[in-house]
Nanobody, 127 residues
């Protein structure tokens, strides 16, 4: 089981980026999926999570209304559309997956419950 996040880069404040997370060795169907980020000197925090128990998506307060998480089962890929980026969004972004059916908010607040993690992709937002 491997996850790989991609799509990061340098963008000006107010700009947009789309992150992708691809999986190998399993299909995302039936798994909870989450996006998390870690800024320099800070703890890893939730960005958005989708639960497989009910398909709900939970967004953090800091990104709600600006970021959109989506899932393309045909491509076995999860996306994070990031709009109106701010310098405080600068971080390494990770995607993660887990086969247990907790709620999306649970995974958001307890990222260690995610069993599978990919290597991150770095996002830098310049002011």
């Amino acid at each position: 089981v491997q996850l790989q996040a991609s799509g990061g880069g340098l963008v000006d404040a107010g700009g947009s980026l789309i992150l992708s997370c691809t999986a190998s060795g399993f299909t995302f169907d039936g798994y909870a999926i989450g996006w998390f980020r870690q800024a320099p000197g800070k703890e890893r925090e939730g960005v958005s999570c989708i639960s497989r128990s009910d398909g709900s998506i939970y967004y953090g307060d800091s990104v709600r209304g600006r970021f959109t998480m989506s899932f393309d089962s045909a491509k076995n890929t999860v996306y994070l559309q990031m709009n109106s980026l701010k310098p405080e969004d600068t971080a390494v972004y990770y995607c993660a997956a887990d086969g247990t059916y907790y709620t999306s908010s649970y995974y958001f607040h307890y990222p260690y419950r995610m069993d599978y993690w990919g290597k991150g992709t770095e996002v830098t937002v310049s002011s």
